[in-house]
């Protein structure tokens, strides 16, 4: 074996915190229409940063960051648009789960301010170019979210509600890009701080 394929072969050092970055177009697979909808983000793992009651010391998921959602309805020929914080971020091997609270939407937009919002990114790891469908140049990542269709909680003969989303849930990326693209820093999630000195109390979360 040459040096050379040996030094390939070598695995790359991982990125001491996750991450995912990026702007996309993509379509909805079950819906045609001639609307342009598109995710950014740009999320950054911040682990034991976010105090919760009982949780002093955060969750190895914890994360900072923005996304932006933008949807242009042909319909209405307008452009809504909505940015959330980022509170919550997992990865796996081109993969990743994180949520936002939304804190600001554009006129017209729906009242969701405050309201957790999922997201799912599949980064298919080559080139961002024009979209889905297996040709040189063309990207296979995906999205999936937390709204329109999924969520829901059926209640008998009753119309079902969308359910509240907790801390890094999204469905699976479902929905193929078409322009641009994410990339996905997989970093495994850390162990808790040591605790303070003179504190009984765990810096971070403990099973039950």
């Not at 995912?20 to 909808?37: I, N, W």
């Not at 960051?65 to 091997?93: F, M, N, P, Q, W």
Request: hydrophobic share 30%.
């Amino acid at each position: 074996m040459s040096v050379a394929a040996s030094a390939d072969q070598e695995e790359k050092p991982r990125p001491v915190r996750a991450s995912v970055v990026g702007s996309a177009e993509f379509v909805l697979p079950y819906h045609q229409d001639k609307d342009v909808r598109s995710f950014t983000f740009d999320a950054q793992a911040a682990p034991y940063s976010r105090p919760l009651p009982g949780i002093s010391g955060g969750l190895p998921t914890d994360a900072r960051g923005t996304v932006k959602v933008s949807h242009y309805s042909a319909e209405r020929d307008i452009t809504y648009t909505s940015k959330g914080r980022v509170d919550c971020l997992v990865t796996g091997v081109r993969t990743a789960t994180l949520t936002a609270v939304i804190t600001e939407v554009s006129p017209g937009g729906p009242p969701i301010v405050g309201k957790r919002v999922g997201f799912s990114v599949h980064d298919g790891g080559d080139s961002k170019g024009e979209g889905e469908g297996g040709g040189k140049g063309r990207s296979t990542d995906r999205v999936g979210f937390s709204w329109n269709g999924v969520n829901l909680l059926p209640k008998g003969t009753t119309p079902p509600e969308e359910a509240p989303v907790g801390t890094c849930m999204a469905p699976a990326p479902y929905a193929p890009v078409t322009k641009g693209g994410y990339v996905v820093a997989h970093a495994e999630l850390p162990s808790p701080p040591p605790s303070p000195k003179g504190s009984t109390e765990p810096a971070g979360p403990a099973s039950k």
